[in-house]
């Protein structure tokens, strides 16, 4: 089977993007993006491995390995927090609980990123599991929001530590203004939580210094920083 073969055959690791406090130009956080040596489409993987009923496989063998090889860089990186993607269907999985128990992130902390991608079925479920994930410091965030499905519903009911706004909503925002009072309304409601807001997408520079009159914190995009391979994070710290 496809995933197997990948999996077997070592041929799935991951770049790193770095997240910043674009107030403060530090890195606070990095993302880990699954990559193949063939370079196939990360998004062709997570649908093959749905078709191949082997998505849960797949969404903790990716946690698992973005763990280890991120603590083998913890002493280059600029920040100890990680962020990885998982689907929902994954987080209610009943061995899910008891994996994340048994994984090695005690000098990390671990973020984990709720794909917008499938629909929740059952929402009660889900937020207990989450319940459950804070209570071993596990962080919870709702990616890719404006893009996905019940979003609004998800971020009242699940309580994230952190919402991951699209990179649609960032695009051209400097050109909207009904895209600006987006995020100022995000912004505030966030504030007023204690919700870290992190901005996707940001490729432009007029885009950036925009988002920061408006009230963001935290981005991600190519002008900040590109997914990286840690192995050179760590060449360029020596």
Known sequence: MFLRKLIEENQIFHHYQSIYDIHKWNVVGYEALLRTTDKENPEKVFNMAIKEN?????????????????????EFVESNYLFSNVYPSTLVNPNFLPFIKELDFCKLNLVLEINESEL?????????????????????????VGKGNSDIIKILELKPDYIKIDSYVTQNVHKSPEKQSLIKLLSNYCDEFEIKLILEGIDDIDVLFLLRENGANFGQGFLLGKPTNLSIVNLQSK
Do not use: M, R
């Open 54 to 74: 082997e998505l849960y496989n797949l969404d903790t063998y990716s946690i698992k390995k973005a763990i280890s090889s991120f603590n083998l860089s913890l």
């Open 120 to 144: 929740v079925y059952d929402l009660k479920k889900l937020k207990s599991i989450i319940n459950h994930l804070k209570k071993l410091n596990v962080s919870i965030a709702i990616d890719d």
